[in-house]
């Protein structure tokens, strides 16, 4: 017996905030325009016709880190490129999330040597792992939804 | 951990002129970000206004470590990480690290897996060429090619999936043979496959061919001449677009590519414009190896009957104890190949592709050193590119077809 009854009627719906960003955030999620090896063409074929990621809202791939929300480590890291993925990272804006996409990003996967980072964790935080070697892109999908529904459970006072 | 830091403009310095140090000429860094270099490649550009006057790439963004780790693995695990140098081809790295090891350990392969092999090494061929065209037509602007090339490298992807369970990094082709026998659907699959494909490869043609801004942006770019082909030691469609019919299925068959009748499409004019036009039939090419492959795929066994190289078949372990122990016995220790070195090389879809390999009589491998095209290729970039448009290198980089993990290793 409140606001929501008499509002309803006039096609007005309320809401917290908190829920309101969350739910913006989710549905315009900007990933960045960055592949590393084999797993940036499972993310590929994600974006493309068959998989669509854009239902999801997130057909706009962004090449500037600066316009991007989400960084997907898609491929082995080696430790030249390493310092690159870092700086990538800073220059992004927050709210910001990294998924670690396939088993080398997460963990080194198959290559446990002196080249290839041992999980892309070292260098900055991950949100989210996706286990395959490259994943499918369901499997990539699932991680970004497995994302979203973190970014919805985030609380007002976590926000820097 | 070892010491990990960023290289910077300081250690190329030896590579740049005068005339950029002076300030005369402006350097400008691209990569290893950037969406138009087809991974992690950077290239350090000296720009005289709009013109680029040199090209420095700088690779090794993906240096993997594969071969310094084949040492410490045995024969058949270090085939796990071929599949990933070059990811658009995983099959024809099998193909050429299986075509060493049985070069070395003197292993027959019976006829039907040489048939799937070739089937299987041209539809990769197919599916890397669908994958190349999309990316570097989306550089170009043409934004559809890319969800159309798309859609028919799913139904490659579909029938490796249905072959080996994987999509992409399959291992299907093992020393001696391959994995296992492919399914009955195979058959009728890839054949429902080349039913479609010669109408989708029109349907490329007619978004192309007629388009302006593609033909303008293509056309007399990126000239390559046959002498600068055979200087920097480069092959694949780039040497087939400069007018050199070079093709190592032809000139050096393997796995009985001397049996397939096909023809090795060459353009003389060494432009972007040759290197698509190449590329585009090579996939009708492809196509007409896979049903030669599939009109004539003989039965029987798919792996060598030799024992002390290859596992014998699950059911025999159960009923034979010689099956038993030959099983455990490769499967701990592996086998262990006379001493020698080899070389074995394919035509992969970028060029040519080798692997070298010293055995010194143990079960893992004394060296590994793989051959690739991509790094051959990628000299050509600076010669390409002199004297054009910074907005030219996009196409001409595309045109070369790099893929950085063939590159950097």
Known sequence: MGLEQKAGNMGIVTTSLEKAVNWSRTNAMWPMLFGLACCAIEMMAAQAADYDMSRFGMELMRASPRQSDLMIVAGRVSRKMAPVVRKLYDQMPAPKWVIAMGDCASCGGIFNNYAILQGVDEIIPVDVYVAGCPPRPEGLIHGVLTLHEKVRKEKIKDWA | ?409
């Open chain 2, 1 to 409: 951990m070892t010491d990990i830091r960023e290289v910077s403009v300081d250690e190329l310095r030896h590579l740049v002129s005068d005339r950029a140090m002076s300030g005369e000429t402006m350097l400008l860094n691209m990569g290893p970000q950037h969406p138009s270099t087809h991974g992690v490649l950077r290239l350090l550009l000296e720009l005289d206004g709009e013109v680029v006057v040199n090209v420095i790439p700088d690779i090794g963004f993906l240096h993997t470590g594969v071969e310094k780790t084949a040492e410490s693995k045995n024969y058949q695990q270090a085939e796990v990480m071929t599949d990933r140098l070059d990811y658009l081809n995983p099959m024809g790295n099998n193909l050429t690290y299986c075509l060493a090891v049985e070069k070395l350990t003197e292993l027959d392969v019976p006829p039907r897996a040489q048939a799937i092999r070739v089937i299987l090494a041209e539809l990769q061929r197919i599916s890397s060429h669908l994958l190349w065209l999309g990316t570097s037509a989306l550089d170009l602007g043409a934004m559809s090619m890319f969800l159309y090339c798309m859609r028919e490298r799913e139904l490659v992807l579909n029938i490796f999936e249905l072959v080996s369970g994987q999509r992409m990094m399959t291992t299907f082709i093992r020393p001696g043979g391959l994995w296992r026998d492919v399914p009955v659907e195979f058959e009728t699959t890839v054949r429902d496959f080349l039913k479609a494909m010669p109408r989708r490869i029109q349907e490329y043609d007619d978004l192309l061919e007629k388009n302006e801004i593609f033909l303008d942006r293509t056309k007399g770019i990126g000239i390559l001449t046959k002498e600068d082909c055979f200087q920097y030691g480069l092959s694949g469609p780039v040497i087939r677009g400069s007018g050199v019919a070079h093709d190592l299925r032809k000139k050096q068959p393997y796995s009985g590519y001397d049996l397939y009748d096909f023809d090795i499409p060459t353009h003389p004019e060494g432009d972007v414009y040759a290197r698509y036009r190449v590329r585009v039939e090579e996939m009708t090419q492809s196509l007409r190896i896979i049903e030669q492959g599939l009109n004539k795929l003989p039965y029987g066994p798919v792996r060598s009957n030799n024992r002390k190289y290859v596992p014998p078949p699950r059911s025999e372990i159960g009923v034979s104890m010689e099956a038993l122990i030959h099983h455990f016995k490769l499967w701990t220790e592996g086998f262990t190949p006379p001493t020698g070195h080899v070389y074995a090389a394919t035509e992969s879809p970028r060029g040519e592709l080798g692997v070298y390999m010293e055995s010194d009589g143990t079960a893992k491998p004394y060296r590994v050193h793989l051959v690739t095209p991509t790094f051959a290729n990628l000299q050509a970039v600076p010669v390409m590119s002199r004297k054009h448009y910074i907005a030219d290198l996009i196409g001409i980089v595309g045109s070369i077809d790099i893929v950085l993990g063939d590159a950097d290793r």
